[in-house]
């Protein structure tokens, strides 16, 4: 079965870090993009970081650059999301998805696993 399993959610205080793991089964990400959105409760999804293809290049939002890095795994079938400097802002479902090379944050991904939860408490 294809699928998308997110992991690694929690609640974290501010200033704090989290690693969220992105496992792919039935395929790897070798010749898809993959990015990490998120939806706070009441705001619009929003795009996080996103890997245009395994290698890269890759894209960042404003709001977490200098404090958040997508990385790949050697097997090609895992992407994590190092996040350091939590802030509360920070505070939403987390959601990965592929889609075709060079599909960037801004693109309407198509295949999509379910969220893990992230709370940054002040």
């Known amino acids: 079965e294809v699928q998308l399993q997110a992991s690694g959610g929690g609640l974290v205080q501010a200033g704090g870090s989290l690693r969220l793991s992105c496992a792919a089964s039935g395929f790897t990400f070798d010749e898809y993009a993959v990015g990490w959105f998120r939806q706070a409760p009441g705001k619009e999804r929003e795009g996080v970081s996103c890997l245009l293809t395994s290698d890269g290049p890759t894209y960042y939002a404003d709001s977490v650059k200098g404090r958040f890095t997508i990385s790949i795994d050697n097997a090609r079938d895992s992407v994590y999301l190092e996040m350091n400097s939590l802030k509360p802002e920070d505070t939403a479902v987390y959601y990965c998805?592929?889609?075709?090379?060079?599909?960037?944050?801004?693109?309407?991904?198509?295949?999509w696993g379910q969220g893990t939860l992230v709370t940054v408490s002040s």
């Open positions: 998805a592929t889609d075709a090379p060079g599909s960037d944050c801004t693109y309407e991904y198509g295949f």
